[in-house]
């Protein structure tokens, strides 16, 4: 049985797209209805035929919708929820998608209306690739979704929102806003802007160039570069919106790198050997997590 | 045909038997002579049937080889070399799969014989796996071969080395050594040491705990913990013996990171939209050159 009549997606980029094709294929809703501000990703969204319902003005599609998701990037969830607040269903649910929390709260959470649970949410997956036509279905199968209520949330309607990211796919997390930024500090956005540097810097070298290092990359430069193909607007906002503990991470991962060039320059090779001993068993901790997939080199070769 | 009557690998670890294995299987040598220094490794390699011939003494193997292999840590080429010295065969080859090549020169050099052909090679492919029933046939197939001949290196012997590696699948390329040492210094050692520091980082940290990472990973913190399962031993070395070159790529990074640290902090939207946009097409490009496999999220989820 479907968990919603209708859900309302704004914005169908990768997230919003995978949502929109694991709720047609598991039915987890009867109506899917689509917005996005440009008509050109519109338009890709209807040739894709991932919902029920198009519109380029999100209030539009909200008016009989039960759960309105925003998956958009996190600079307009504000602007968004200021414009579509009066034309949202009494007792439905709104939610969003982001990797930050505390901000979206902010800036969402004063345009919420009166009897609309509004409970935001996370959930932890995605690819390097954007767009309508780079989701799946199965994109947050055995993936963590986190959920972040507010103290207006109503019981009833977070247990909604749980069902409907179980039948997803999600295993669900509920977490104080705050805490989550952090977490997501330090499993997403550091890494992502460690990838976006070690790639920038070597795009800048003088002394090897870019076919060197895109010839050598199965070195390991190769996987760095994954993360860094991401969406640039996306992750732009992620650091405008969760500095602080970006920050913190930063700091932290620069005095520890400060620790290793000593290291690497007294020639410690005791230190080196413990360092590198200490990280070898987190990535078997994950495989038995069921977070990664167990065979070496992702795959790639065997 | 055969290019080789007899090799021996020295050494046997996930580079040593992954050569056996595609020796075996395409016949690029009529006989394989195994050595390394742990009897238990050994017991291994003659349970995987990887050769013909095993021993732990390397002098033992190397007397009758037209090519010798060095496929240890970089720590103890020389010492190595230096005990085989005189078994050497006149004529024959004398090469190594070290990430390093100017220390290799140095500590490997001045222990060869007149008459014995040293070239020193780095096939740059690999995976996080270590010892011998992780090798594989397939790991060299389309990845690159880098040899630093030497002065006394004959072009005879530098092509049959060449044509050695081309039947284990690889491409060439004939390189200064000290040039070398920079490119893998940016391709691949740097992306090394900031895997297992970012990993490191996130261990230390007292607010997020070890699980919640774990959970988490697949914001993209998963990815680097590939490259921070790594043999320990043999990073070490690599950091001991490309030390100026990994230290001016450090300090490159650091700057970077200032720098990109310095727009966060200022939320320089700009500034970060531009860094993240610029490192998006190089992925492309390695894409394009063969180097990485053309599906998102390497393959793990659709």
Known sequence: MAVFNKIALIGIGLIGSSIARVVRERSIANKIAISTRSQQTLDEAIALNLGDEYHTD?????????LVILCTPIGVVGKITRAISTHLKPGSIISDVSSVKVSVIEQMLPHIPD????????????????????????????????LTPVESSSDKAIELLKEFWQACGSNIEIMEAEHHDRVLAITSHLPQLIAYNIVGT????????????????AGGFRDSTRLAASDPTMWRDVCLHNKEAILEMLARFSEDLSAMQRAV??????????????????RREIIDAGQEIDVSNFGRDE
Chains 1, 2 share one sequence.
């Open 115 to 146: 009897g609309v649970n509004f409970i935001p949410a996370h959930p932890v997956a995605g690819t390097e690739k954007s767009g309508p036509k780079h989701g799946f279905p199965t994109l947050f199968d055995n993936r963590w979704c986190i």
């Open 265 to 282: 320059r007294w020639a410690d090779g005791e230190a080196l050997f413990d360092i590198f001993t200490r990280t070898r068993n987190i």
């Open 58 to 66: 999100p209030t539009k599609i909200v008016e009989d919708a039960d």
């Open 202 to 217: 070597a795009d800048d070298l003088e002394t090897v160039t870019n076919s060197e290092v895109i010839k050598y990359s």
